[in-house]
């Protein structure tokens, strides 16, 4: 296996990762993720299902193929679903030889050029904030235990953590899910020992203390 080739694998994987939740949830109003395809090699892509929730047949079916190479890079995970978005709202023109069929299913293939990508929302940061918590990747930093959160408002999430190097008890982080998360991510560890914005006085009964992070 090629480098080349080696790079599309791992990124059509990341991308099964980020998209399984979109099996029970609906990726774009009421369309699930109902398959993801690995692309032909020759295509150095991905081929996404949409359809209703339970859907099997076919021709009830929807896939798209969207390239994963721009340039000198990859689409990430969320470029593709923001891609998705786009493409299954609203009206497409698509040219006769971008329209074909694989395994019984209208197939559309993507051009990202004239597509412009639905924004990334609050909840897609949410999901990638918690993901990467509840299932770090790297041992780059030490990570503290997700052990819950809840929902305060819609910039503002609650982290319930855990870690051997604060107090006991545990930690509730006030977070604004936002781009900023690979930072955030690094910094969470110290951040927890704050004093300056530890507050212990809390009608929470789920933390000992809670560290206001919504303005880092």
């Known amino acids: 296996m090629t480098y080349e080739h080696e790079e599309i694998v791992e990124q059509q994987a990341d991308i099964t990762g980020l998209l399984l939740h979109h099996v029970y949830a609906p990726l774009v109003e009421d369309q699930h993720v109902r398959g993801v395809l690995p692309g032909p090699p020759a295509t150095d892509a991905v081929r996404i299902v949409l359809g209703d929730k339970d ?24 470029d ?22 694989v395994m019984g299913m209208t197939l559309f293939t993507v051009d990202p ?9 609050n909840d897609d940061w949410t999901l990638t904030l918690l ?6 990747s790297t041992e780059e930093y030490p990570q503290p235990r997700l052990c819950g959160f809840l929902f305060l408002a819609p910039d503002r999430l609650r982290l319930y953590l855990d870690t051997e190097e604060t107090l006991p008890g545990m930690t509730a982080a006030d977070v604004r899910p936002g781009s900023a998360l690979t930072a955030l991510l690094a910094a969470l560890p ?17 933390c000992s203390r809670i560290v206001d992070l919504t303005n880092w």
């Open 55 to 78: 859907e099997y047949a076919p021709d009830q079916l929807t896939a798209y193929e969207i390239p994963l190479r721009t340039g000198d890079e990859l689409r990430t995970p969320h």
């Open 80 to 101: 593709v679903a923001a891609l998705l978005r786009t493409v299954h709202t609203g009206t497409h023109i698509y040219p006769r030889d971008r329209v074909s069929t």
């Open 113 to 121: 050029a004239t597509v412009e990508p639905a924004a990334f929302t």
């Open 131 to 136: 993901r990467r918590l509840a299932q770090p």
């Open 190 to 206: 110290s951040l927890l020992d704050e004093q300056r914005l530890t507050t212990t006085d809390t009608d929470d009964p789920h």
